[in-house]
DNA sequence: TATTGTTATACTCTATAACTATA
DNA sequence: TATAGTTATAGAGTATAACAATA
């Protein structure tokens, strides 16, 4: 038979399921978002600090450029983000997020949560940020700018209301 | 400023993050194998226990059967699985693995053991197994049948030699 | 000359539908 | 009638190439 070691062997493959199931849980709560689970990171990545180009959101997503044009349009039509003209670059576009996607990102980052927690359940309570710090401490090593927007602060870029 | 726990509430964030690391390691790694990280996935499946219908294997690793027909096509062109009728249901067929897909497996296997143990790096040595306890019962969970094949099993199975 | 963003085109991947053979 | 597997076709998603504007 086989032992423990050997079962947790296969990193790779229990990291896709696990993204899978988080897919499954996620996917009714991201379908209405124009963009889907993609949009919903233009929009976390764009909700803080400068807004980014479309170059650099391309690159933080891992799509290629053109993708981000399609992408963005999308978005664009939806009312979530706006296209502005960079004053330094003229060339290129800083991708604002507009009051209606800020509320939709808050939204739909207050449903993940419970997604989250959701997926978590297997686990014992005080198991579960501990796979999250793990998973994050891995995760900023290969994206080390990583920032995350929390549902006030993008209200504060925006000058919005509480409602999150 | 953000806490760590705002900071470590994107889980889908990180586990795509974190997939898609192991992605960039492992690619150069299952670039010579005939459907890649699938077909990896397939030839662990297929070396444990009873070889599994193409159905079956399809449903496990989240494709379609028409999908799965192509990547056996590959393997099967490649010397790695066999497609053998079931004798208890003549629709069906039983994928097994040849003995170069052995060999195949095992190599694949021990470069990938070394390549997982690269992604984690960033993380202490005694975390290091902690991770992997808690995505394994969390994919697990997804997956309650799975079981892994050990290249020692694999061996057993076709009566090999060791070589692993 | 290189870069940002857009558009058109081609390619890859995947799913749908229709078929054969079994059950 | 339903299921396993195959094949052909259509669709979605993605990348490549060419372009305009700017650096």
Redo the contacts with the bound molecule.
Sequence with gaps: MTTPQQLEADLGWALLAVLRSYREISEALLAGLPG?P?GYHVLTTAATGEP???????RKL????????????DMEKGGLIE?RP?P????????TVTEAGNAALCDVQRALRTAEETLLEPLDPEERPVLRHLLYRLATRADPQRTETTCTEAEKLTGDAPAC
Excluded: E
């Design positions: 889907g993609r980014p180009s479309q170059l650099a959101l391309a891992g799509v290629d450029r053109t993708v981000m044009t399609y992408l963005l349009d296209r960079d330094a670059d003229r060339r290129a576009r800083r991708i």
